[in-house]
């Protein structure tokens, strides 16, 4: 559903992603960890269509995205960490917006919107401005925005960031329903214990290398530990850590 290929990005002599090589399942959760810095960002420009790489490929469902880069977007749904939104408009206006860019029918706009509305509990805010959302009700909006055109791939950059306890485990129940019905979610995340807990497989990435990959008991038996969560795990393989 997802293949990366020699996926490499150069700004200048510094090789922000180096030759990174990758391939997700259908309906897999795969997480992306590394330090700040390491590329994780640059890795899910690339396979949003947002930057080009230097050298190497993205394939989204079987379509290149340089070659075919309005059919591959049309195949995903992408979250940047720091998404933009036009808050003077509502809720339900931005989620419009987003539906006339993806071409989704009326009909099935208005089923859609008003179910994941519902669904990220924030229907009733729904004909508000966006200017009034706190943080994390526009965080949930935007993964709405993400959803309406029944994405087969899901990219997302830290998805957990300013939400609440009950967003949190929120969000991971929903992953795992989007998991089961054939989504395929590529997920950028600072918070470990997150991605240990949903996610099917974890790359590391490292000073633009992927040093790692495979289920948490893969990556403990790369950093040759017995016992401890993926942060012991995380320190061990990025900073060479030894804990006692």
């Not at 391939?23 to 080009?52: C, D, H, Q």
């Not at 959803?147 to 795992?176: Q, S, T, W």
């Not at 990556?219 to 040759?224: E, G, I, N, Q, Y």
């Amino acid at each position: 559903m997802i293949e990366l290929k020699n996926l490499t990005k150069k700004f200048g002599s510094l090789a922000a992603v180096n030759r990174i090589n990758l391939s997700v399942s259908e309906g897999e959760i795969f997480g992306f960890i590394g330090p700040n810095g390491a590329g994780k960002t640059t890795t899910l420009r690339m396979m949003s269509g947002i930057l080009s790489p230097t050298e190497g490929s993205v394939t989204i469902d079987g379509i290149d995205m340089a070659g075919q880069p309005e059919k591959a977007k049309q195949r995903m749904g992408y979250i940047p960490d720091r998404p933009f939104l036009y808050e003077k408009l509502t809720g339900m206006e931005f989620l419009r917006f987003t539906a006339d860019l993806f071409g989704v029918e009326d009909g099935l706009f208005k089923e859609k919107s008003g179910s994941l509305l519902t669904k990220f509990s924030i229907y009733d805010w729904r004909d508000e401005l966006i200017e009034s959302y706190s943080h994390g009700m526009k965080q949930r909006l935007i993964i709405s925005a993400a959803l309406l055109h029944d994405p087969k791939v899901l990219v997302i950059d830290e998805p957990m960031v300013g939400l609440d306890p009950a967003g949190i485990r929120m969000m991971k129940n929903i992953f795992r329903d989007l998991s089961e019905k054939g989504t395929t979610l590529f997920m950028s995340t600072h918070t470990l214990s997150v991605a240990e807990d949903v996610c099917d497989r974890i790359g590391v990435i490292h000073k633009g290398k992927l040093i790692a990959i495979g289920t948490v008991e893969d990556l403990k038996d790369s950093a040759r530990v017995e016992e401890g969560d993926l942060e012991k795990v995380f320190l061990i393989l990025t900073e060479g850590e030894s804990f006692p």
